[in-house]
């Protein structure tokens, strides 16, 4: 018997229990999944983000955490998280955030809110440029960055992306390094921010990044909050060099009802919804990465601690 933890807020155990018993079965796995175990008869850990679990000293048997969000920045450094972490790569996750990235791009580039705000009878014969003029540069080539990039390659748009280490991909100019990114930053009249949140990459657009930017270019960030100088952004809106924000995360969560964002008309603020991990896709991603423990394979999608994601 292999014995797993569910350590996550209880509404998610509600939508967990289900899809996270059927994937063990599929896979033949002999599982007690449960929200309460002794600590030291756990063999795995599958953890979301805001669990009251936060010493992993007592789990001396466990082989492995297994967190069901991509981001690991709330877990990644902690002291006494000694076992292997991974991280959610899914492709219910991917393909919301394609869909939400692109949604918001298209929303920007085509004016939408022109004639969706803007109906008073007067006839705006705006005509928006096509894609193919249009430069979008994706800040994060990993799983779900390079997703985005690709779509919004396959939509037309002329798409740099920009990561740590170098990355390839057909019909998109891959950027890495400093000087990477103020090439990235020059030619983006759509940024989009899919960076995790690291020591790194904290407050990376800052005014210096948003004045690098073309003048009037659209911000869209579903990465995380920090990677943002808030004050900045602000100043840049007000400047009209940004001429919008679209924003899904933030540096406090929910967003404060006093912040500047909520009222700024030139910020869209959604809350953290661009992507979900999806509880069926995301649980087969969990059991595989049981089966492969107990087989003794090497785990999917670890994360890498010097890193940071
Ligand atoms: P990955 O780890 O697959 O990709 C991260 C990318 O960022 C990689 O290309 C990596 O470079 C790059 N990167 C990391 N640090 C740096 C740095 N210092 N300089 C340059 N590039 C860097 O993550 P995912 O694509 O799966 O997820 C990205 C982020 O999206 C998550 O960390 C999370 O914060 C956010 N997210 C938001 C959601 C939402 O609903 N808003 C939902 C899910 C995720 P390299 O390729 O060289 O390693």
């Not at 297994?66 to 002291?79: D, K, M, R, T, Y």
């Amino acid at each position: 018997m292999i014995n797993v933890l569910f350590a996550a807020l209880p509404e998610r155990w509600v939508t967990y229990e289900a899809p996270l018993t059927k994937a063990f079965n599929d896979l033949g796995l002999d599982v007690d999944l449960r929200i309460d175990f002794a600590p030291h008869e756990v063999d795995y850990i599958v953890y979301a983000p805001n669990s009251p679990l936060q010493d992993f000293t007592p789990y001396t048997r466990c082989k492995a955490v297994l967190n069901l969000w991509a981001g690991v920045e709330n877990i990644i450094s902690n002291p006494t998280l000694t076992q292997p972490l991974a991280r959610m790569v899914d492709h219910g996750l991917s393909q919301g955030m394609r869909e939400w990235v692109t949604g918001h791009a298209l929303r920007h580039h085509l004016g939408m809110d022109l004639h969706i705000k803007g109906q008073d009878g007067e006839w705006r014969d705006y005509v928006p440029p096509l894609a193919d003029d249009r430069r979008v540069t994706v800040l994060g080539l990993g799983e779900l960055g390079m997703a985005c990039a690709k779509a919004l390659h396959g939509l037309g748009f002329p798409v740099t992306g920009w990561s740590r280490t170098q990355k390839e991909a057909e019909g998109i100019t891959c950027l890495c390094g400093e000087e990477g990114l103020g090439k990235a930053l020059s030619t983006a009249d759509i940024l989009v921010l899919l960076l995790p949140n690291t020591a790194a990459t904290e407050n990376l657009i800052d005014a210096d990044a948003l004045a690098a930017m073309p003048k009037g270019a659209f911000l869209i960030n579903p990465g995380r909050g920090p990677l943002i100088d808030d004050e900045a952004l602000l100043a840049a809106l007000d400047t009209g060099q940004i001429a919008h924000a679209t924003l899904d995360v933030f540096r406090v969560e929910p967003l404060p009802v006093d912040h500047p964002f909520w009222a700024h008309p030139n910020v869209t603020v959604t809350p953290h919804i661009a992507s979900e991990t999806r509880p069926s896709s995301a649980s087969q991603i969990v059991a595989e990465n049981v089966r492969r423990s107990e087989n003794g394979e090497p785990l999917r999608f670890l994360a890498d601690r010097s890193a940071g994601y």
